[in-house]
Nanobody, 121 residues
Framework: QVQLVESGGGLVQAGGSLRLSCAAS????????MGWYRQAPGKQRELVAT???????NYADSMKGRFTISGDNAKNTVYLQMNSLKPEDTAVYYC???????????????WGQGIQVTVSS
């Protein structure tokens, strides 16, 4: 079983920055993809960004140029640097990882509990 713990959220003014972190623990042999998603009140969960273990990144269009995802495979940790934040970025941000356990051959998804990011105007 894998546990993901997010940190770094909070309240920030528009134009400000935050850095989210997500650390994974448990039976982890390998991580394939790490990512961030978010869910605003009354809306569906949406992709923010993903990064593969090879370093390839993918961003939602509205985050390109403002958000940067990075990963530390040795620490089983993924980061999300968020700059030029807007009130519409207010949401609960969720960490996601596809991990392979020792003795297994499958990559299975795990989710963090979510962390609140609030951007005031």
């Amino acid at each position: 079983q894998v546990q993901l713990v997010e940190s770094g959220g909070g309240l920030v003014q528009a134009g400000g920055s935050l850095r989210l972190s997500c650390a994974a623990s448990g039976s982890i042999f390998r991580i394939n993809v790490m990512g961030w998603y978010r869910q605003a009140p009354g809306k569906q969960r949406e992709l923010v960004a993903t990064i593969t273990n090879g370093g390839s990144t993918n961003y939602a269009d509205s985050m390109k140029g403002r958000f940067t995802i990075s990963g530390d495979n040795a620490k089983n940790t993924v980061y999300l640097q968020m700059n030029s934040l807007k009130p519409e970025d207010t949401a609960v941000y969720y960490c996601n990882m596809y991990t392979m356990a020792y003795g297994d051959f499958r990559y299975l998804p795990s989710w963090g509990q979510g962390i609140q990011v609030t951007v005031s105007s």
